[in-house]
């Protein structure tokens, strides 16, 4: 029977260092057998630069990667048939169709297992007929999901992996994931989707500029002793005299909506009703305390935001 207490992942103190701040900082990261652990972060905080070194693609300035307990530079091969690995920007040959490209993936493994393969193929319902030049980037991303799972690996290590496919077929990957925990798998997800993260892990790290922020069990979100309540004013009178006197932290002001959300411990619950006391309302309610709540206390200042589920952060 697999232990559970096995560490599969494990990663300490891991720093490269490219300059002008980019890189990764003291990084560690652990991930036991059978667990789910999360990755978030905006594109460019350092997540894929975490999982190559897991992967065994570059070798660390200081601190140790280990998989299975190997060190992972210098061992890509052995890491590579026990390991399902979805890149963030997979390279797949142009000159191949998608059955070429699923041919040439199983000829790098030791074990074809062709009732997983057609599992996946139905389950992402993907065509593999098509040369890979003439597929949407959607079924680009199937088709490396495909190749990445299709010999049933015990290790997913996933870099954005629902980047580029439909709202559709991110739910039923999400499912997927959640599945795959239940028969045991262990996972590494990197990504930037709040649901995603949410739906699926048990532990998460949140990295900003290379370096982590914080470290949680995924339950112990919601323990967290904060409320969020949703105000909405019934004239611009009442809500501009709200925020003249507002006690709590804005998290989000829409004028034109007459809305106001704020954030406050709930032990000042009754300051709270206090501060509405005359205060002509329309509506309140009560938002429950999200993984996207508590990641933006970490990216207060940043500015840009879009895609599913609230993407944050700048391109780098």
Not at 20 to 47: M, T, W
Not at 145 to 166: K, Q, R, W
Not at 175 to 191: A, C, D, H, Q, V
Not at 287 to 314: I, W
């Amino acid at each position: 029977m697999p232990d559970k207490d096995e560490l599969i992942i494990d990663v300490n103190h891991l720093t490269k260092d490219y300059g002008y701040g980019r890189g990764v900082f003291d990084v560690s990261i652990q991930v036991h057998r059978g667990e789910c652990y999360g990755y978030l972060g905006p594109n460019g905080a350092g997540k894929s630069t975490t999982i190559r070194h897991i992967m065994g693609f570059s070798k660390p300035m200081k601190g140790s990667v280990k998989l299975f307990g190997i060190d992972t530079f210098g061992h890509t091969d052995e890491i590579l048939d026990r390991v399902g690995y979805l890149p963030g920007e997979p390279s797949i040959p142009q000159g191949l169709n998608g059955w070429g490209f699923i041919k040439m993936m199983q000829g790098m493994r030791k074990e074809v297992n062709e009732e997983r393969l057609k599992y996946l193929l139905d389950l992402f319902k993907l065509d593999p007929s098509p040369m890979v030049k003439e597929m949407s980037l959607g079924d680009k991303r199937k088709l490396a999901v495909v190749a990445a799972f299709m010999n049933d690996p015990d290790i997913l290590i996933l870099d954005e992996p629902t980047s580029g496919l439909d709202p559709l077929m991110q739910q039923i990957f999400i499912k997927f994931i959640i599945n795959e925990k239940k028969r045991g798998k262990t996972i590494l997800l990197s990504s930037h989707i709040f649901a995603e993260v949410e739906a699926t892990c048990d532990k998460v790290s949140i990295i900003k500029d290379g370096k982590h922020v914080s470290s949680f069990n995924a339950a112990d979100l919601k323990k967290i002793d904060t409320k969020v309540y949703i105000l909405r004013f019934k004239d611009k009178e009442n809500m501009d005299k709200y925020i003249s006197s507002c006690p709590f932290e804005v998290v989000e002001n829409i004028p034109e909506r007459l809305t106001l959300t704020i954030k406050f411990q709930t032990k000042d619950y009754q300051k709270f009703i206090s501060s509405v006391m005359g205060i002509k309302l329309h509506t309140f309610a009560e938002r429950p305390f999200t993984l996207q709540d508590y990641f933006m206390s970490f990216y207060k200042e940043e500015k840009t935001f879009g895609g599913l589920g609230g993407v944050v952060g700048n391109e780098k």
